[in-house]
């Protein structure tokens, strides 16, 4: 039986930063034309939390019964270690969902039906990764979804709960915060690259190569810094607050093109989650005051 410890590193707390970046930024977005709405910016956080919990849960659940997880370099897997039943791992996972969907229910009721249907697709998305009979995460189409739903999705929906629609500046900011939530799974699977490879499971990182995987996460850990400059010259100048984080980013990048490999690159993951939760925080705040 699982200990409580266990089911918290299960759940994988240095990922959370995805789920918190594009709810503050999103919400900045909101405020920035007057609509900011904190009961309604809270309930994005609890579905996101919510989310990121459950996809973390379902890959640790799916990765363990395909044997995926059989040698960990990571943190603690719960099924492939044998610390808890993958029944127990899978009904962890749907209870995640179950809440995630329950504030989303919320939401859409308060703000528009159709964000059901976005909801829909984000749960599917979530255990579809490394879930079912054909995991697109094992096609090297992860960073894909991580994208769209952990950058375009919940930055752009976090604004459109609140001010009941979608401006330029939210999806400006949804491009930066996707771009961080892409780094921090590319870092994660340059990680494992080399276990992923022999387990057939082709993660973007696999199909690129060691090389090319490593100068790509420093483009996306670079691309935010770009994208509120330009956001800044466009009449938000707050944004460059944002710009804080890029003394937090030297030191994993430095890592990365320095060729860290196996366990040496967890602190990178690690500095990689800082730098998204910073970001998204300053970020958030700067285009909501100035």
């Given at each position: ?58 890959n640790d659940y799916s990765d ?70 054909n995991p697109y995460g094992y ?152």
């Amino acid at each position: 039986m699982a200990t409580t410890a266990q089911w918290l590193e299960g759940a994988r707390p240095r990922t959370l930063p995805a789920a918190l970046a594009p709810v503050a930024a999103g919400t900045g977005a909101a405020v920035a034309v007057g609509a900011g709405n904190a009961p309604r910016a809270l309930l994005c956080l609890v579905v996101a939390l919510a989310l990121q919990v459950g996809v973390n849960y379902a890959n640790d659940y799916s990765d363990g019964v395909r044997g995926t997880d059989a040698v960990r370099v990571g943190p603690l897997r719960l099924t492939g270690s044998g610390a808890a039943r993958p029944g127990q791992v899978k009904a962890a996972a749907l209870a995640a969902f179950g809440v995630a969907a329950l504030a989303g229910l919320v939401l859409a009721w308060l703000a528009s039906w159709w964000l059901l249907a976005v909801g829909a697709a984000a749960i599917a998305a979530a255990w579809g990764y490394t879930g079912g009979s054909n995991p697109y995460g094992y096609r090297g189409l992860g960073e894909v979804s991580v994208f769209v739903f952990f950058g375009l999705v919940a930055v752009m929906g976090t604004t459109f709960v609140q001010a009941e629609r979608v401006t330029l500046l939210s999806a400006a900011l949804s491009v930066a915060v996707g771009s961080l939530a892409c780094a921090l799974l590319v870092v994660n699977n340059l990680r494992d690259r080399p276990r992923d490879a022999v387990a057939g499971k082709r993660t973007l990182a696999v199909v690129l190569g060691d090389r090319r995987t490593r100068w790509f996460y420093t483009a996306l850990l670079t691309l935010p810094f770009l994208v509120v400059v330009v956001v800044a010259v466009r009449g938000r100048p707050g944004a460059l607050q944002g710009l804080v984080a890029v003394v937090l980013a030297v030191r994993p990048v430095h890592g990365v093109l320095d060729g860290a490999s196996g366990p040496e690159l967890i602190p990178s993951l690690r500095d990689t989650g800082r730098v998204q939760l910073v970001f998204g925080l300053l970020t958030g705040l700067g285009v909501a005051l100035f």
